[in-house]
């Protein structure tokens, strides 16, 4: 079990540019979340794929992200024309749904986005 | 979902149980009780999680209250690797087993002293 991997682990950048972080999930897993986590606070859910499908999204995610999930496997977020507000930690999941209830989600480590 | 109501911190000795308490007053019928823990420069790790019966796994013990309104979760014997941020999340128990995002409030900070 290799776990949920995220790239990079780190991200400096300035204000205005583009950013895109890569999730790779559990392999078997077909669902995937995205949240984001500011300091002192717990994490806020942004999007979640089940396979390549996005079935929800938060309205905190704003039209400069856009998130992608090609072939129902690994996943993309982008931000678009950064912002100081975007510097946060971005945390992916993943989870099986079998069918039964509460299957738990697995988290990677994240990627700090800081912006200067 | 429905709101839970932790403590900000708390504070144990190592290798004594602690108790982490955890209100939610407004659960409904099919709301599971969710715990997951993030330690320091990690993300986010499943714990357990209930309906109605108390549950026990190797990570920790749920109890919860016969009226579903509170819940506690159990760590039989603190380690210094136990110092995390506790998450109690309600879920909603959807047909067919669907279910979505997590919804995390500030959490219970635990330190543990040698």
């Known amino acids: 079990d290799t776990g949920v991997s995220q790239d990079p682990r780190h991200k400096i950048t300035k204000r205005g540019q583009n950013v895109t972080f890569r999730c790779d999930p559990i392999?078997?897993?077909?669902?995937l979340y995205w949240y984001r986590q500011t300091l002192g606070q717990g994490p806020e859910f942004l999007t979640y794929f089940q396979n390549e499908a996005q079935l929800e999204k938060s309205r905190l995610l704003s039209d400069r992200f856009s998130a992608e999930r090609p072939k129902g496997s690994f996943s993309t977020l982008e931000i678009q024309r950064t912002e100081q507000g975007d510097s946060a930690m971005y945390l992916c999941a993943s989870s099986l749904t079998t069918g039964s209830d509460n299957q738990p989600q697995h988290f990677g480590d994240g990627t700090r986005l800081s912006i200067l | 979902d429905a709101k839970t109501t932790q403590p900000n911190s708390m504070e144990s000795n190592e290798e004594e149980p602690v108790h982490l308490p955890c209100n939610h007053s407004?659960?409904?019928?099919?709301?599971?009780i969710h715990w997951y823990r993030q330690l320091p420069s990690q993300g986010p790790e499943y714990v357990i999680h209930g309906l109605t019966s108390n549950v026990n796994n190797r990570m920790a013990s749920l109890a919860i209250a016969e009226d579903r309104k509170s819940s506690t979760l159990i760590l039989h014997r603190a380690t210094l690797r136990d110092a995390a941020v506790y998450y109690c999340i309600l879920r909603v128990r959807a047909p067919g087993g669907s279910q979505g995002n997590l919804i995390f409030g500030k959490g219970t900070k635990l330190s543990v002293k040698p």
């Open positions: 407004t659960i409904s019928g099919t709301d599971y």
């Open positions: 392999s078997e897993h077909n669902r």
